[in-house]
């Protein structure tokens, strides 16, 4: 489908210029299709993040004929999975966070982001927007992408949570899900590009 779009979901103290974003969007680009690649920077105020997000979605569906397919890494999977629902729309979910499963409170806090912006503050009410966000996966919508090497999530939460998805479990590896390259090819088929 050539005008098939893929929004993707940078994580917690990520940003658009994420290893993945750049690798995905580069492999876009090398097939004539950059502009069918969308990686907004996200809000660490969780309800903005959706909500910009939302307003991303709407726009996307009504200058195309097909709703975007959502690639979510870390945080970014949570806010996927939760738009998936809302949106009837596929996700590929790489390493993602899985906030029915943590303690929301324990990113409580001042944080800087990974590529030197300005700091941000997490707050108790930012880890209650999260909590509530939480949406009950409908299977046939996902791809999850696991590496058991993982050092900031625990894998077993995220296979556990999607049971019944399509899931890849995938040895060693760590949170930046080491093997992302290798699965661009099928990762641009599961959007239908």
Not at 58 to 80: D, F, K, M, N, Q
Not at 93 to 109: C, E, I, K, S, T
Not at 137 to 157: H, K, Q, S, V
């Amino acid at each position: 489908m050539r005008d098939a779009v893929i929004l993707y979901l940078h994580g917690f103290r990520s940003s658009p210029g994420a290893w993945k974003a750049r690798l995905l969007f580069a492999e876009m680009a090398r097939r004539g299709l950059a502009g069918q690649f969308l990686c907004p920077p996200l809000s660490p105020v969780p309800d903005e993040a959706v909500s910009d997000l939302s307003r991303l979605i709407e726009s996307c569906r009504e200058v195309s004929s097909h709703s975007p397919t959502l690639v979510g890494s870390s945080l970014g999977g949570h806010y996927a999975n939760h738009l998936a629902e809302k949106y009837d729309l596929r996700a590929v979910l790489v390493n993602p966070a899985v906030v029915a499963r943590l303690d929301a409170d324990r990113f409580v806090g001042e944080h800087l982001p990974f590529d030197g912006g300005p700091p941000f503050c997490f707050t108790p009410e930012h880890a209650r927007q999260l909590t509530a966000q939480v949406a009950t996966p409908t299977p046939e919508r996902y791809w999850l992408l696991l590496e058991t090497g993982d050092e900031a999530l625990d894998y077993r939460e995220a296979q556990d949570f999607y049971f019944g998805c399509r899931q890849n479990v995938f040895e060693g590896g760590d949170h930046s899900f080491t093997r992302f390259p290798e699965l661009l090819p099928q990762i641009l088929e599961f959007a239908g590009i």
